[in-house]
């Protein structure tokens, strides 16, 4: 049989309390200094300790050591400026030492003008961290490709502002640095500007072509093959 009390919190209608002990989302309620008062099913199950387990022990314990002083100091912060809504990102250690990333909205239950409690929704975003971890490791190898790569390589707009330019791109056109190349509008890069318009045009809707234009480089005229 489980304890539904909560300290320092109103019963909820009975509805209300079901949608909360069955919900998927970690629910709990917090005392002021941080000790757990309601835990419902799912962080039992997501954490994997039991309701007697976590009434009365400190949320901080169940968050990873390396950020545990964040944390600290945005609950701290949000208690002692009584800011209503916060969300945090930490990552949470389950009792068999297994780490997960949680994505956490606290409210605080302000009673009096003084905090009675702490109610937190977390979520488990561990597919969410570990699909940004994959997106960053292939830019990191994009950007290392084409940073390497021995031909001229950029990303511009319609309009010829500069986007991206690999080393090799900045070289073939005499420029310092990139961003001293980016200071330049692709449409000056060409003879006439009335060839980038048309090169456009003509490979507009098309993912792979070839041509070849007459581009000026930083003080000189130059010939390259986009």
């Known amino acids: 049989i489980r304890d539904v009390a909560v300290t320092g919190v ?31 099913p799912a962080a039992e199950r997501v954490m ?16 990873r050591a390396d950020y545990r002083e964040a944390a600290r100091e945005v609950y701290g912060a949000q208690i ?8 945090f990102e930490f990552p949470a250690m389950r009792k ?3 780490v997960l990333w949680i994505g956490q909205h606290v409210q605080l239950v302000v009673e009096g003008g003084r905090v009675a409690a702490v109610h937190a929704i977390a979520r488990d975003i ?19 490709l084409v940073d390497r790569a021995i031909f001229g390589i950029y990303r511009s707009t319609e309009d010829g502002r500069i986007l991206q330019a690999n080393p090799s791109f900045v ?17 000056a890069l060409y003879r006439s500007p009335a060839d980038r318009a048309a090169l456009i045009e003509q490979h507009r809707g098309r993912s792979v072509g070839t041509a070849e234009m007459r581009w000026k480089k930083k003080n000189e005229i130059g010939r390259a093959h986009v």
């Open 80 to 87: 002692a400026q009584l800011t209503q809504h916060t969300y």
């Open 126 to 144: 561990s597919r969410q961290k570990q699909a940004e971890e994959a997106l960053r490791a292939s830019e990191a190898k994009y950007r290392s």
């Open 48 to 63: 994997r300790y039991t309701q007697a387990e976590l009434l009365g022990r400190h949320f901080l314990s169940l968050i």
């Open 10 to 40: 109103q019963t909820c209608a009975l509805p209300i309390w079901h949608i909360v002990e069955n919900a998927a989302d970690l629910i709990y309620y917090c005392d002021p200094s941080g000790h757990f008062t309601y835990v419902n």
């Open 171 to 187: 070289r073939m056109l005499g420029y310092d640095d990139a961003d001293d190349l980016r200071r330049v509008n692709m449409t």
């Open 96 to 98: 068999d030492g297994e």
